[in-house]
């Protein structure tokens, strides 16, 4: 603990005032309209295995890297085209939500496109503090928490709505992650998700796997696993929420070759963290990789096309208000007799 709070004093400055919270088993350092989380050992997997498929670390070094480039907007087109979507999916809801929480928020991407009318007041929640520094404006109130999205710290019961924008593929405990999402809300609060889903860049992946089985004999993966669109309505279930939502959505964007595709994931901050991932591809590798991507999946123009599959979800925490199913066997009317009813409308009509 100590050491923690010895690195995260080092990195927020000795000059600020800084207020030290233990909170379970986590340290948080509270500064300004700011805070800041120092996981333990137990919390951060330092090691590898099938229920830490992740390096966390490694993505907030990531994640942060990214944030600090000389024009971070520059990559944020995917980012920014999921949080106005996620946001057309809060506008549907016909209410104001007074307090609202963006888990992985990034820089912002859903907050610029709520507005004042819709969500009164915004915390954001990210593991790399670099990018809550460098948030985009947006017209409601907001504060940053630096924070692992695995581990909320916040009380049961305490927001009206969540939001996530392409953030929750990169947790290594995903049905914890739900259920965290789940008491954090407010009885008949709703949770908006959106992540990346298994197609995501097949492109990239396949021609990755040509290569290397082409130059070395054997391959190792490049990309990220993902969750199964199957999975998700059974963890969002099992995590307690009801009245679910999910479904699935792809977006393509052209680059001229796989070199640029791979740049800018980087300055997404979505590079692959897994801990089985390999850590130097050959050159010789690459050039045939880029060469297979043109030849298998490349336009006419001399692009290629790598292809985002999206997964949005919907969810609802139980309120004692909200509409349930009719019990089974109290229908009044069966099938058969909307039959009979059709028919009436057509022979109506004519």
Not at 109 to 136: F, G, P, R, S, W
Not at 335 to 350: C, E, P, T, V, Y
Request: charge should be negative; glycine fraction near 10%.
């Amino acid at each position: 603990i100590l050491a923690s709070a010895g690195r995260y004093h080092q990195r927020l400055g000795p000059g600020r005032p800084l207020l030290w919270v233990r909170w379970g088993r986590r340290l948080w350092v509270l500064s300004g309209g700011s805070a800041a989380a120092a996981s333990p050992p137990a919390a951060s997997s330092s090691g590898s295995g099938a229920l830490s498929p992740f390096d966390r670390g490694l993505k907030r070094k990531q994640k942060n890297w990214a944030a600090l480039q000389a024009e971070p907007a520059k990559c944020d087109y995917l980012r920014e085209e999921v949080g106005g979507r996620i946001a057309d999916r809060v506008f549907d809801i016909p209410r104001t939500f007074p307090l609202a929480l963006d888990v992985g928020s990034g820089r912002g991407y859903i907050a610029q496109h709520l507005t004042k009318e819709t969500v009164e007041k915004l915390i954001q929640v990210d593991i790399a503090e670099n990018a809550l520094k460098n948030a985009v404006e947006s017209e409601i109130p907001t504060v940053s928490v630096v924070a692992d999205e695995e581990f909320l710290p916040f009380k049961e019961d305490t927001f009206d709505l969540v939001v996530s924008s392409l953030s929750l593929h990169w947790v290594n405990d995903l049905p914890r992650a739900f259920k965290e999402i789940h008491q954090v809300l407010k009885p008949d609060g709703v949770f908006i998700g959106a992540m990346f889903g298994g197609d995501t860049l097949y492109e990239l992946r396949c021609s990755l796997q040509l290569a290397e089985l082409e130059r070395e004999g054997g391959f190792s993966p490049h990309v990220s696993p993902f969750t199964a669109v199957s999975d998700l309505g059974h963890l969002l279930s099992r995590a307690g929420f009801n009245t679910l939502t999910v479904d699935t959505d792809e977006i393509q964007v052209n680059y001229p070759g796989l070199f640029e595709v791979m740049e800018d994931l980087q300055g997404m901050g979505e590079s692959n963290c897994s801990w089985n991932r390999k850590p130097l591809l050959h050159r010789d590798t690459m050039l045939a990789a880029a060469a297979i991507y043109q030849e298998m999946y490349g336009n006419s123009d001399g692009s290629v096309p790598a292809t985002f599959q999206i997964y949005y979800m919907i969810g609802w925490k139980f309120h004692e208000s909200q509409a349930r199913p009719a019990q089974r066997g109290s229908a009044t009317v069966s099938f058969g007799d909307l039959a009979k009813i059709n028919g009436l409308i057509s022979r109506g009509k004519k």
